[in-house]
């Protein structure tokens, strides 16, 4: 007998062997129909898998993030084998999940799949469904699962076997396909009841430019038709809401091939839209004690060999820059944080120094490759709201759970209500890919922990998530058509102070390390703002938007009264521009309604006869009159309610 403890903490006994199905069962039959995954001792297993020593588990559902993984790893099986049987000969590279649905990358040789495919693919993979093929795990040596794929002729998937160690080799079999997998998956096909594939795209293998273009394709998967239909109309909305669609129509930001690939240019609106956010922050750390600091966007390379950067991010990087004094080099910042480090090394500090709190807005570069430039959410070139945290081990808890202020203070705000907060801890085994001590990380982690508990967050723990330098903690905020977002990280280093050798004395008038914070509430500017974009749907806060009103003058006679108001409310520091235009006051208003300017303030011979306005809200239409100091005052106590929540 073997005990399993549920994650209410009470225990039950079965015989070794039990599956998780069988033990959903057993809890009740309404959650063996609905169950997905199993959680083993921290791992993601089959519901099929036998479990044959006492285990902790947690059964996962489709509201599940782990029900969702078995149930999307699935059906890029069931694509995979849907593709196989209408492109005979076809090879297969990776077929992961990801954060809606998941991909399969394929060669098809010659043959090409295009949009017009979709419905054949789509229609196979539900009679395949429909069978009910059992997924079936499959322990092989790696000389067995060689010799399969290399009769198969199938290169991708020699080479990733060849990059495994023998007796960790899994297949997964079902129907009529098998394929090379650490699993999990559902017991069966028969869950999967609404299908959609999405898109098609060129992806190069293992994401090598030099080495072959496949061809990836996109789907998503539901157990119920409603499911999916729910998600197409969410999708049409992200469409409205695409940050690329909306920067441009609301003349926010650009890109030039000649400037270059993923180096966006800020229009006007969109650098008075940056900067207030900017300054939003600026007065926010301000009132927690930080300074701000100006460091330059280059640095020798030896500099981010010391901090570890270009060992971990030097392929990644913009090539070193050479001068014509021999030998001397240069990079691309991609961090800040070493620049920050020297900044704290310029004179000997005391532990009654102690925080000192160094904040930059730091624009770095990384060579992401163009096939995964996206807009302003994945660039080469990004300016982070970057702090570094200086403290000794006493400050530590007290520091963090500033910043957690901080950041929650900011999604207040902005209307980020909806999120949850990740911890993310190193590897649970394999603790090579980082660097420090196992008593420093146990530290660190121990302290974002109780931070987090502190300040009562709904927060959950992830492994393998870390940061190469030490743990962190994340924050996942949903937006408002429900798609997830990271926003906003915290991390606690212990490695950075070691490599630099950073020094207090302290209260016993030894040497001792500081303990360093990295922080970026926003995380970058670009990526928030696009963010942001697409959550308001470019409908921004009053406090931040570039254009609070419009004055629309009917007609030519009354723009000088136009210009008038503009003085007036310009003086009350109210953002205000006029749309003088030789046009009709309707093309006008819808023009303008159009720019998602919150306020129009329309103007004709009675308004300026009594010293007035015509107000529209934008969305809300005709809002009556106001003299020009009532609607001054009354965007400032809007305003002030904003940023006062």
């Known amino acids: 007998m073997i005990q399993i403890t549920l994650p209410d903490n009470s225990i039950k006994e079965y015989e070794a062997g039990i599956t998780g199905y069988e033990i959903a069962k057993d809890i009740s039959s309404r959650l063996a129909k609905e169950v997905l995954s199993i959680t083993v001792n921290d791992q993601l297993w089959d519901l099929s898998r036998p479990i044959n020593e006492n285990a902790a588990i947690k059964l996962h559902k489709w509201e599940d993030d782990e029900g969702k993984h078995a149930f999307w790893h699935s059906s890029a099986h069931l694509l995979a084998e849907a593709v196989e049987s209408l492109y005979p000969g076809v090879k297969f590279g990776i077929g992961p999940t990801i954060e809606q649905g998941f991909y399969y990358d394929v060669d098809l040789g010659d043959r090409v799949i295009s949009d017009a495919d979709f419905k054949k693919i789509e229609d196979k993979m539900l009679e395949l469904a429909r069978q009910k093929e059992v997924f079936t795990r499959i322990d092989v040596s790696k000389k067995e699962a060689l010799d399969l794929y290399q009769t198969k002729g199938d290169e991708y998937k020699v080479e990733l076997i060849n990059e495994l160690e023998d007796g960790t080799i899994t297949l997964y079999k079902q129907g009529n396909f098998t394929d090379l997998c650490r699993g999990p998956h559902l017991p069966d096909t028969s869950p999967i009841k ?55 129509e609301l003349e926010l930001f650009t890109f030039s091939q000649r400037v270059g690939m993923g180096l966006p240019l800020w229009l006007p609106k969109g650098a008075m839209l940056r900067e207030r956010l900017e300054n939003f922050l600026k007065k926010v750390q301000r009132e927690y004690g930080y300074d701000q600091v100006i460091s330059p966007h280059i640095g020798q390379k030896d500099l981010y060999v010391t901090s570890g950067h270009y060992a971990k991010y030097g392929k990644d990087s913009f090539q070193p820059i050479h001068t014509p004094e021999e030998g001397e080099e240069y990079l691309l910042k991609p961090m800040n944080c070493p620049h920050h480090c020297e900044m704290y090394k310029a004179s ?58 901080i950041i929650l203070y900011i999604f207040k705000t902005l209307d980020f209500d909806d999120y949850i907060a990740q911890v993310s801890l190193r590897d649970k085994v394999d603790h090579s890919k980082y660097i420090g001590s196992d008593e420093n990380w146990e530290k660190a982690e121990n302290a ?35 798609r997830k977002w990271q926003l906003g990280t915290i991390q606690v280093d212990y490695n950075l102070p070691e490599r630099f050798e950073l020094e207090y004395i302290g209260s016993d008038d030894n040497r001792h390390r500081p303990i360093m914070i990295h922080r970026a509430p926003f995380g970058s500017m670009e990526r928030f703002i696009a963010v942001l974009i697409e959550h308001t749907g470019g409908k921004f806060p009053l406090w931040l938007t570039p254009e609070q009103a419009v004055i629309l003058p009917i007609s030519e006679k ?64 005709d809002q009556g009159q106001m003299t020009i100091d009532e609607f001054g005052e009354f965007i400032l106590n809007e305003v002030e309610k904003e940023t006062s929540k």
């Open 194 to 248: 609404a299908i959609k594939i999405t898109s098609v795209a060129g992806a190069y293998w293992r994401g090598d430019e030099k080495r072959k273009q496949l061809t990836r394709l996109y789907g998503i998967t539901f157990p119920k038709k409603k499911l999916l239909d729910e998600y197409l109309e969410m999708l049409e909305e992200a469409k409205k809401r695409d940050h690329r669609k909306l920067g441009k």
């Open 348 to 405: 000997p500090k005391s532990y009654k120094d102690l925080p000192i709190r160094l904040a930059e807005f730091g624009t770095v570069y990384r060579y992401e490759q163009s096939g995964e430039l996206h807009g302003l959410t994945r660039v080469r070139g990004f300016t982070q709201d970057d702090a570094h945290i200086f403290c000794r081990p006493d400050q530590l808890k007290e520091e963090f759970v500033k910043v957690i202020d």
């Open 448 to 482: 974002i922990i109780e931070a987090a508990n502190e300040r009562g967050l709904n927060y959950q723990v992830e492994y393998n998530e870390a940061a190469f330098y030490g743990p962190k903690l994340d924050f996942m905020v949903r937006d408002a058509i429900g």
């Open 558 to 621: 009354f723009n000088d009264y136009a210009r008038e108001i503009k003085a007036t409310l310009s003086a009350k520091d109210v953002r205000v521009e006029i749309d003088d235009r030789n046009e009709k006051i309707g093309r006008k208003i819808r023009d303008n309604e159009l720019k998602r300017i919150p306020y129009l303030l329309i103007v004709g011979e009675k308004e300026m006869n009594e010293g007035k306005v015509a107000l529209r809200k934008q969305g809300e239409g």
